[in-house]
């Protein structure tokens, strides 16, 4: 009679044995996923760096160069502003175009809505400026179409439906 007794203690520390063989592998998994948090995010710094420097170099390049840029509705329209304005306008676009690859970047989830929020407010008070606005009004053709109309349009008229 002393072998079911036994039995029993072999069953419970099995089992004690299962349930400490699964919360060692759940510790685990809580630290892989802490370890591809970080990861992931350290790698969608380093993409919106790279964006970052990759967008001043072109603004830097244009802003020497205005020769360079290809012709356009848009150019044409920064093109017919005095010499004093076009490094301005320049500047503008180079604000619209980093907001809208942020605006990529949180479609595709590797930007988090605070983070988005926050660009998306940045680009909300530059619509306070009427030769920004007058920028982007000009700019849509440029610019993704889901862009447009998530973002600038519906800021454009936000800005000009808010009384002054």
């Known amino acids: 009679m002393v072998l079911p007794e036994f039995t029993s203690l072999i069953l419970l520390a099995t089992l004690i044995t299962y349930i400490a063989i699964f919360w060692v592998m759940v510790q685990q998994r809580k630290v892989m996923i802490e370890q591809l948090n970080v990861f992931t995010k350290s790698l969608q710094i ?3 760096t790279q964006l970052f420097t990759s967008y001043a170099s072109i603004f830097m390049t244009l802003v020497k160069h205005p020769d360079l840029q290809e012709v356009n509705k848009h150019d044409e329209f920064i093109m017919s502003k005095p010499v004093a304005e076009r490094t301005r306008y320049v500047f503008y676009d180079l604000i619209i175009a980093i ?3 942020l605006y ?3 479609r595709n989830t590797l930007a988090d809505e ?3 929020r926050a660009w998306k407010e940045w680009l909300r008070y530059w619509m306070g400026n009427d030769e920004f606005r007058e920028v982007v ?3 849509y053709d440029m610019y993704r179409e889901d862009y447009v109309e998530d973002v600038l349009k519906r800021l454009v008229a936000e800005v000009q439906d808010k009384p002054k």
């Open 114 to 116: 605070k983070e988005w």
């Open 104 to 106: 990529v970047l949180y």
């Open 99 to 101: 907001n809208e690859v």
């Open 137 to 139: 009004k000009n700019s």
């Open 46 to 48: 380093g993409i919106q």
